[in-house]
């Protein structure tokens, strides 16, 4: 029991007195966390321009038990962080550490950092963070044993009944020049190579009739693509609109494959869709007597109503038949466009749910969270049949709306997510395994694109660098350094000969991905006959 005495509360002295020696307690104590902040607080600046995330997650640890339980702060106590040095500047380190004795740094060098001596000439770039460079889980070895998985990442083998029924329209159909049905009909039978997966690795739901004639379309797209085969490929078409009254509230924008319908999502947990045509959207609805029927009117825009948090990211189907849309709620809810309501909804994640892909099939459909894991489910099934488990953070970097940080594969056989800390994985559908793991990026990884025969694979994010990868042996093929800020979106022409990136610094920056520039080096390398000024593309 604590007692005090009725002279000193009456004493005006004795609080002075108690609260000084309280303050000098409270002070000694702190001591040690004081002079902790006085360090990172000291040489903090000179790591905030590749590692800021890093910087403030472990500024905000105070006491040991913290570090037991941060998952960043154990990773840099248990794992070694990897840095590549030329030879003669790891020789010059040696010395300036033996000269000063250093014991210390020695110490920590040795405990806590794995120095790759390269025996080329030092580089002259420290923006850009090379291949295999910081913390891992994985020793420079093990990843490269682990990137030598075998993958498939070739187009999928036709289905036959699509084969013979594309068969039946060449025949029917009349050709101006018969050595252009011939390419096409090879086109339909192609056949598998080496590096195609088979049509029974991963289920895929039975192609439809709708299927066929969305088929029989590219082929006349082609025939006449192929007819004007001698002129110069045209510069790329670009649209913009222009949304008003958006600020702070849309989170997300995506448009069909048709360009006929965009939907965005809201942090008031709505969802928006307007048809692109000028055309008012008629919702299909059962009356009483179980007929179906349709709006006269219509209108211009249809809201969709049913998640309690802010929507993070929306796809629409290849068909327009139905849309994905996910949520700070932790659920994925599925629409119908053709009665703009809630069909499904999936639940799984235990976090907000950052993004979500429809694979080309509209058969899956793959999602990621902030609780480091990312899940594939098919639009039939209410529980997912995949769980991905593997970043050290969540998929994607939290308080930053991107809607591209997993992708599906164009053969749909593979998944690629990024995460926040700075890890890219191509995950295999088939085993629930990761594949690749490719690492160059020095902040969470905000966008992800293939391209279009597979075989590479775009990333950027926070670190204003637009990394192009090859898949097939997991390593770095370029880099691209041009954004002033965070870029958020990546975008591949249909035939891959150009790669577009978005940031907040506004601009849209159009890159030549088969350019034969020294990788590392490319600087502002963009497309042939393209200029780039702030905020706005000339082409």
Known sequence: MLFYSETEANNPNAYEHSYARLSKWVKDSLEKYRVTRYFIETHRKEHTGAYSQDVIRLASITTPDQIKTDTLAQQFMTKKYVVKMSRYAFELLLSFLQDNKFMLLTRLLNRHVAIRVDVDKPGNSALVREEGIGLSSLTPAQLQEHNNQTVKLGSLPADPWMVS??????????????????????????????????????????PKFTDVKKEVEALKDLRNRMKKSTAPPPPPSICCYTFHNTYDTMTCLTSSADASLVCAGFSESILRVWSLKGEKLKAYSQVANKEISRE???????????????????RISSENKFAISCSQDATVRLWSLETFSNLVVYKGHNHPVWDVDLSANDGYFASCSYDRTARLWRTDMINPVRIFVGHESDVEAWQNFSDDSVKFHPNCNYVATGGGDGEVRLWSIQTGNSVRIMRSHTGPVMSLAFSGDGKMLATAGEDKIVKLWDLNSGHLIKNFVGHADTV????????????????????????????????????????????????????
């Open 165 to 206: 029924e594309l068969e039946y329209f060449l025949r029917d159909e009349k050709f101006d020049a018969e050595p252009l049905r011939d390419e096409l009909r090879k086109l339909i039978k192609k056949e598998s190579g080496e590096d195609s997966p088979s049509r029974d690795a991963v289920p895929m739901p039975p």
């Open 296 to 314: 006269v009117e219509g209108s211009e825009c249809k809201r969709l109503v049913g998640h309690s948090g802010p929507v993070y990211a929306a």
């Open 488 to 539: 958020y979106s990546l975008a591949f022409s249909p035939d891959s000969s150009q790669l577009t990136s978005a940031g907040a610094d506004n601009s849209v920056i159009v890159w030549s991905p088969h350019s034969l520039e020294a990788q590392n080096e490319i600087v502002g390398n963009l497309a042939k006959n393209g200029t780039v000024n702030k905020g706005k593309q000339q082409t």
